[in-house]
């Protein structure tokens, strides 16, 4: 994609993946999912590839145990590469849960991730420093998310 703005870059990348879905003949409450995918970009135009890799992976893993008459019990984790040079792996831990009642369906999700990544500082003692590209005197931030999510839907 080329945009007529200038300093406007954006680059899809190229992705290979991977599933398994595992499910027991004798116990169709319970299923295991594992899912591989690999994304590949090309710099050859972007005036920022200095910053970034050519190539970031990601893991899922996850499963679902579905007791009769009961709440089914959901979890997963998905670690992913990320694909600027600066910032560290991301690690998302998930937990869910869902209900029908006839019609309407409840789901409850809650998903936890962190991260840490270096970053220029903020405030510069002088503006020299701002130009400064090796990072000696970058701070290290850590963030750490926990989300809440309750969805419900209606079928017609």
């Known amino acids: 994609i ?3 703005i200038s300093g406007v870059y954006y680059e899809k990348p190229e992705k290979h993946n991977v599933a398994l879905l595992y499910t027991p003949k004798n116990n169709s409450n319970f ?3 594992f899912e591989f995918e690999k994304n590949f970009w090309e710099h050859p135009y ?3 590839a200095l910053m970034f890799k ?8 996850g499963f679902e145990f579905a007791p009769l008459k009961s709440f089914p019990i959901r979890a997963g984790l998905v670690y992913t590469e990320s694909p600027i040079i600066i910032m560290d792996p991301k690690t998302t831990l998930t937990l869910g849960t869902g209900k029908q009642f006839g ?12 991260l840490s990544y270096t970053f220029y500082d903020l405030f510069p003692a002088s503006l020299g420093d ?6 000696e005197d970058c701070d290290k931030v850590y963030e750490s998310n926990l989300k809440f999510l309750a969805t419900v839907r209606v079928n017609f």
């Open 2 to 4: 080329e945009y007529k």
């Open 54 to 61: 050519d190539e970031a992976i990601e893991y899922r893993f």
């Open 103 to 114: 019609n309407t369906i409840l789901d409850l999700a809650l998903s936890y991730n962190n």
């Open 130 to 135: 701002i130009n400064n590209l090796d990072c």
């Open 46 to 48: 972007s005036p920022y």
């Open 31 to 33: 299923s295991i999912a």
